[in-house]
């Protein structure tokens, strides 16, 4: 095996042994999984970053050429991007679902490990260390907000579960009450020692998870933005137009539009919150689908298998 | 509902200006906007299930026969450049721009005006000693400290004081939607006045551009390919693709230029791409050993076809080959290193064989025909545009990437402020409303109320008095 196989090994390691630990704390608050989760999430995606470096200067040839390449950035700058929110915010909750997607995105990357081949001609241009590494991070964004709009759906329908449940009456909500996200169904089951209650009284209130979602996404959007925006002037260079309706571009500007249409209607009190998490959803699959479908199954300009 | 009716009530000018504003407000609606938008979606998708731009004949052999005369009745064989999708474009900018300064500037820059402060879900009350007067000059300094834009106005006899933070990003939304507009302009621009084609120059041949007159002549063409040992085994990676070119401009002379992938040539305002190569082959037709009149004259590019003598039949060159293994198939290595051509044989349009042919040798087509594939030259496919309108999209670009950072970045905020006095001193009553809801500014909005207790001379205490946060 060789070294930079072993690094991402060990960049697996961690996510898993971190999956495991930020889960348990999301399920139980432990300060001491928390202590291990973090340290995990930092040496894997260390771990990934030092791999791409590695291969970049032993071989001279630019990491993010394949899909080994960048579905490794992808796992190591959703790790990264999300280590940046749950500093600010405190997210640490939502880390044992962010490191178990990264480490399924790292253990599938190395099925497109078939070594180290130089870039194809299309590809030898300064603006892959532009273009590539933005897209990329505006994925990982996606990837970090999907995260946070799963959590809301959890949260948003275990507490229609517990109303459900419950025979007495909702009280209409109030301006106050959305604010501090008051659930009375919650509560009650909660203070009832309902397990599910328990667990879900531990999370952010579904307006706060909202916001989360919401500002993970705004930093997303502009990174995709300003990534085909880079693409687009790399395709003139290339092909000769800077836009060609090709797949890739096409469910790009699809995803673009569904997260554009996501912060338009963040605006509207009728759709934030629900709807709004389910449109991020949506995206994220929008985003693989741009990602790895159209690489892997749709022939095309963007069609860089190996 | 809007009416814009200074004509006044009960005449035609202000039924028709009332029609016009509700004309003017349907067409702004969010969700008109985004219907229009859907149908930009269908149609743009369209245009990439369907092949554009191809020859009609094209649209028969992809489609059943109903289904290509639909496409090409309805044009949707162009349908980028068709009236409908360049109105449909222009409608949507239309609609953008009425929206925005119909519905989402208005919305954003309220009047100002007195709330109810603890109906506000941001609220908060703070009581200390001093003069409302004094008190008040000192909320007014503390939020110009921080950076709020603060005006104040009496309203109904109340002194308010209103500080608004970040107001100029309100704008966001009309820089992103101008964006848009610059894109369409630079688009349009293209559209009206630009051009792009392709041409495939065999080595050694010229070929000129019909829109501009540039005349290319192609000296060489050269790829590389390293062959290189994988985990899945060897391949054969390309590296480069050159075409040395010699080109003349309308009416000048000609210069050696070169020409590779991602470093376009740029002569006269028209760009040229490397974007392709092939390799020619020269096919010699005999019958009985002597030359057959119909022999291709000039080498044929993949894909060409022509008869065989006076027979129905039909050869056409499908692919270079550029290592036969020693089992007469194809080797993986695409270099020609034993070259050969596959030709496929058709009687009409019934394909009756296929046949990979060495170069140098030639197949018995019967009836005493051989064809002999006598060589082989490389063509190098060049595609050219002409875009006068590149530096709009871009301007147009960056301008919606600022909007779209101002709009979701910078959160325009307003506090409402007034101060009562008390029997002990004055009471300090606080509320505040985004654009964006009230949840995404609690945070912020607690830390001002904090920092304000402090900055008013009181200490900080684990709970805001009163906060309604």
């Not at chain 1, 405190?90 to 880390?95: A, I, N, R, S």
């Not at chain 1, 999370?203 to 925006?229: C, E, F, H, N, W």
């Not at chain 2, 000192?138 to 109340?158: H, M, P, T, Y």
């Not at chain 2, 100029?168 to 630079?186: K, Q, S, T, Y």
């Amino acid at each position: 095996m060789s070294l930079d196989q072993e690094i991402i090994l060990v960049a697996i390691s961690a996510y898993l042994i971190g999956t495991l630990a930020l889960l348990n704390y999301l399920l139980s608050r432990s300060e001491l999984a928390k202590r291990i989760g973090i340290p995990c999430a930092v040496l894997g995606c260390a771990a990934q970053f030092y791999e791409l470096v590695y291969r970049g200067t032993t071989t001279h040839i630019w990491p993010l050429t394949n899909l080994y390449g960048s579905l490794t950035l992808f796992a190591a700058m959703s790790v990264v991007i999300f280590i940046g929110f749950a500093l600010r915010y405190d997210l640490w909750f939502m880390g044992g679902f962010v490191l178990a997607l990264a480490a399924g995105f790292s253990a599938y990357s190395l099925t497109w490990d078939v070594g180290y081949l130089p870039a194809v001609p299309a590809l030898q241009s300064y603006w892959i260390k532009i273009h590539v590494p933005l897209v990329i991070s505006a994925y990982a964004s996606f990837l970090v907000a999907f995260v946070s709009s799963l959590l809301y759906l959890i949260k948003y329908y275990g507490e229609q579960a517990l109303a459900a449940e419950t025979v007495q009456p909702t009280p209409a909500a109030t301006p106050r009450a959305i604010i501090v996200g008051d659930a009375p169904n919650l509560e009650r089951a909660a203070a009832a020692g309902n397990t599910l209650a328990l667990w879900l009284a531990t999370l952010p209130t579904l307006s706060k998870l909202d916001i989360i979602t919401y500002r993970i996404v705004a930093v997303g959007l502009p990174l995709l933005s300003l990534g085909i925006i880079t693409g687009a002037w790399w395709a003139k260079e290339a092909w000769g137009a800077y836009w060609q309706w090709d797949a890739k571009e096409t469910a790009a500007l699809v995803s673009w539009v569904i997260y554009l249409l996501y912060l338009h209607l963040h605006t509207r009190n009728a759709w934030r919150g629900l709807r709004c998490a389910w449109i991020s959803a949506f995206g994220f699959l929008s985003i693989v689908f741009c990602y790895l479908g159209v690489n892997i199954l749709i022939s095309g300009l963007h069609s860089y298998k190996v | 509902m809007e009416s814009a009716s200074k004509a006044g009530p009960g005449t035609l000018r202000g039924w028709l200006d009332e029609q016009f504003g509700d004309l003017l407000w349907q067409l702004s609606n969010f969700w008109f906007g985004m219907t229009l938008l859907g149908i930009w979606g269908f149609m743009t998708l369209l245009g990439v299930v369907i092949d554009q731009g191809k020859d009609p004949a094209s649209y028969f052999d992809a489609y059943p026969a109903p289904l290509a005369r639909l496409v090409l009745r309805l044009h949707l064989d162009n349908i980028y450049h068709g009236t409908a999708y360049v109105a449909l474009i222009g409608f949507i900018i239309a609609c953008m721009t009425l929206a925005t300064f119909k519905r989402v500037i208005p919305a954003r820059l309220p009047p100002l005006h007195p709330v109810k402060i603890d109906k506000v879900p941001l609220n908060a009350t703070i009581t200390l000693p001093g003069d409302p007067a004094g008190v008040r000059e000192r909320v007014a300094a503390f939020f110009s400290d921080k950076g709020f834009l603060v005006r104040k106005r009496e309203l109904g006899g109340v002194e308010w004081t209103f500080a608004d933070q970040h107001n100029w990003a309100r704008r966001g939304v009309l820089i992103a939607h101008l964006g848009f507009v610059i894109v369409a302009i630079g688009t349009t621009l293209y559209w009206a006045s630009g051009y792009s084609g392709e041409t495939a120059i065999v080595t050694g041949t010229e070929a000129t551009i019909p829109q501009n007159g540039t005349r290319l002549k192609l000296d060489r063409f050269a790829y590389e390919f390293q062959p290189i040992r994988t985990r899945n085994g060897l391949v054969y990676q390309p590296i480069d693709y050159v075409s040395n070119l010699e080109v003349a401009p309308r009416g000048g002379a000609f210069q050696s230029r070169v020409l590779r992938v991602n470093e376009p040539l740029n002569v006269d305002g028209t760009l040229y791409y490397q974007s392709s190569y092939g390799v020619a082959l020269s096919l010699r037709l005999t019958r009985n050993g002597k030359p057959e009149a119909g022999s291709p004259s000039a080498p044929l590019k993949e894909g060409d076809a022509f008869p065989v003598g006076a027979t129905t039949r039909v050869i056409r060159y499908e692919r270079f080959v550029g290592t036969i293994d020693k089992s007469g198939g194809i080797g993986p290595d695409p270099r020609p290193n034993k070259p050969g051509a596959i030709l496929d044989v058709f009687d009409g349009e019934q394909p009756i064989g296929r046949a990979l042919v060495p170069i140098g040798r030639d197949l018995d087509l019967g009836n005493g025909y051989r064809i002999a594939a006598t060589g082989f030259t490389f063509f190098s496919g060049i595609q050219y545009r002409h875009d006068p309108g590149i530096p709009f999209v871009a301007l147009g670009a960056f301008v919606l990437l600022a909007g779209l950072v101002i709009s979701f970045h910078f959160l325009p905020a307003r506090l409402y402020v007034r101060v009562d006095a008390t029997a002990g001193g004055s009471q300090v009553s606080l509320a505040a409303t985004t654009v964006k809801g009230f949840e995404i500014f609690e945070e912020q909005f607690a830390d001002l109320v904090e920092a304000l207790k402090l900055g008013l001379g009181l200490g900080p205490s684990s709970e805001p008095e009163n906060a309604g946060t």
